[in-house]
């Protein structure tokens, strides 16, 4: 049977319209005003060190407390471990050294939505894609004892063709939820390579051990952010136990995202956020139409010529 296409459009243009008038509250700034927003909220997070980071390295490391506090990082736990046991497949396999995943979890809890809009995280995001930055996963890694290396590569690997620009398209915050450790199956980076521009060469995807390549050992609670062509990959995880982990990954606007937030977005979910939220949900982007064409009164200027949102 085929999708109800008019119904589709009319769930979409509903959300947008909502979107629209949430916007009029808060709208997300341009141009200059948007670097001196930026600079303020770099500012007012003591983020600078961090920005330093992401130029040199390539990733940064938000310490426990920073992003959230404790009772946050414990609320995230407890939902994902409530997903977990009502999981049906393993879409990835736990062999693919990323352990049992659980996808587009944000519409199964508001404290993914509270993760998501976290202020200093969110500022890093700001300073990697902008502030029209649209969320693409919020995904959940479990890993067990006996959990594989997860191979080297960079994030715009099979979605950008390389050589890459500098800019990063796709950035992952990642939130620590149990102590990253060697042992533990951490994560690691190669620091600096995403100025390297272009994929992970075939013969290095598991040289885990090279002397360039950095295990991020970090306190649960930390969250870590990073350019999309920063080279990265997982240890084993060799000790007893479990390691959780958040996966908030994002795209620049004119960039699809992987899951399809805006399909699962409701009106309380617009409600009870700020209006940066519809914005990662990517219901204020340019807006998509089927016979009928644009509506001029949603497009604000006229058809083609601009939106609302500008
Ligand atoms: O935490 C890990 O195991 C690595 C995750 C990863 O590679 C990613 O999110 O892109």
Request: with cysteine; aromatic share 8%; hydrophobic share 45%.
């Amino acid at each position: 049977m085929a999708i109800d296409r008019f119904a589709l459009a009319e769930e979409l243009n509903t959300l947008r319209a909502l979107a629209a008038e949430k916007w009029a509250e808060d709208p997300l700034p341009v141009g200059g005003a948007a670097t001196e927003q930026l600079k303020a909220d770099i500012e007012a997070h003591g983020l600078s060190a961090n920005i330093t980071e992401l130029e040199l390295d390539g990733y940064t490391v938000l310490p426990p407390g920073k992003a959230a506090p404790p009772e946050l990082i414990e609320r995230i736990k407890q939902a994902m471990l409530r997903l977990l046991e009502n999981k049906k497949n393993d879409a990835m396999g736990v062999g693919s050294g990323l352990g049992s995943t659980l996808f587009h979890m944000l519409p199964e809890d508001p404290v993914f939505e509270e993760a998501l809009m976290a202020p200093a995280p969110l500022t890093l995001v700001t300073y990697l894609l902008g502030y029209r930055a649209k969320l693409s996963q919020c995904t959940g890694l479990i890993k067990d004892s006996g959990a594989p290396a997860l191979g080297m590569h960079a994030d715009h690997s099979a979605k950008f063709a390389a050589p890459w620009n500098k800019l990063s398209n796709y950035s992952v915050v990642t939130w620590v939820l149990t102590d990253y450790t060697f042992d533990n199956g951490a994560l690691c980076v190669w620091p600096g390579s995403h100025r390297f521009s272009r994929p992970v060469p075939a013969e290095l995807t598991m040289a885990h051990d090279r002397e360039e390549i950095r295990v991020v050992e970090v306190g649960a609670g930390s969250v870590i952010a990073w350019h999309g062509s920063l080279w990265h990959g997982a240890v084993p995880r060799t000790a007893e136990g479990r390691r959780m982990t958040l996966v908030l990954p994002h795209v620049r606007d004119p960039i699809q995202p992987q899951e399809m937030f805006w399909a699962s977005t409701t009106p309380q979910m617009i409600e009870r956020n700020a209006p940066r939220f519809c914005t990662l949900m990517g219901l204020t982007a340019a807006g998509p139409w089927l016979q009928d064409g644009p509506d001029p009164a949603r497009l604000g200027m006229g058809p083609m010529l601009g939106s609302q949102f500008e």
